[in-house]
T-cell receptor, first 112, second 113 residues
Framework: AQSVTQLDSQVPVFEEAPVELRCNYS??????LFWYVQYPNQGLQLLLKYLSGSTLVKGINGFEAEFNKSQTSFHLRKPSVHISDTAEYFCAVSGATNKLIFGTGTLLAVQP | DARVTQTPRHKVTEMGQEVTMRCQPI?????VFWYRQTMMQGLELLAY????????DSGMPKDRFSAEMPDATLATLKIQPSEPRDSAVYFCASGPSGANVLTFGAGSRLTVL
């Protein structure tokens, strides 16, 4: 069975500081990994995805993530955050069936 | 931009009433998913379809929930009878087969009193 762990429920950070949101997964087969963002009272929006190829993937809004198979991690990073990045971020894993299994989410709280 | 459309956006009902939520997937997408989001449980997969056929509904309480795709442009999630613990935001998502990328609707916020 596949699962995702997001250890940090909330990450406070000051504007223009760098941030890393952690995600670890477990799976017995090849995986596809995703980060979705959810702004208040909205649906989920795809931020970036890893399907194959380069382990460093770039997404929208200046975010990037690195797939690390040996550490079973897919951490999300941004070198300089903005107030508008305040949102809930979900890491997710899927296999051949498109079925997305989500982590519990990390609230990124950007402070001025 | 193509989008997944969900109705209603908000629904308040009383315990025991029937609730039907609808989803129009993106044209050409042949996989459809229903998720439920609550503070306590996070995002839970309830059911999903491929080419209108249900593939997995193991996450759905069978006694009161049902999910169907009457045609390729409509997916429904029905709760009968509804209970206060069903209060949540229900998301529909669709994707093209094999692409492993889902597009989510804005959600239906259900409150059962």
């Amino acid at each position: 069975a596949q699962s995702v762990t997001q250890l940090d429920s909330q990450v406070p950070v000051f504007e223009e500081a760098p941030v890393e949101l952690r995600c670890n997964y477990s799976s017995s087969v090849s995986v596809y990994l995703f980060w979705y963002v959810q702004y208040p009272n909205q649906g989920l929006q795809l931020l970036l995805k890893y399907l194959s190829g380069s382990t460093l993937v770039k997404g929208i809004n200046g975010f990037e993530a690195e797939f690390n198979k040996s550490q079973t991690s897919f951490h999300l990073r941004k070198p300089s955050v903005h107030i508008s990045d305040t949102a809930e971020y979900f890491c997710a894993v899927s296999g051949a069936t498109n079925k997305l299994i989500f982590g519990t989410g990390t609230l990124l709280a950007v402070q001025p | 931009d193509a989008r997944v459309t969900q109705t209603p956006r908000h629904k308040v009902t009383e315990m025991g009433q029937e609730v039907t939520m609808r989803c129009q997937p993106i044209l050409g997408h042949n996989t459809v998913f229903w998720y439920r989001q609550t503070m306590m449980q996070g995002l839970e997969l309830l059911a999903y379809f491929r080419n209108r056929a249900p593939l997995d509904d193991s996450g759905m309480p069978k006694d009161r929930f049902s999910a169907e795709m009457p045609d390729a442009t409509l997916a429904t999630l029905k709760i009968q009878p509804s209970e206060p613990r069903d209060s949540a935001v229900y998301f529909c998502a669709s994707g093209p087969s094999g692409a492993n990328v889902l597009t989510f609707g804005a959600g239906s916020r259900l409150t059962v009193l």
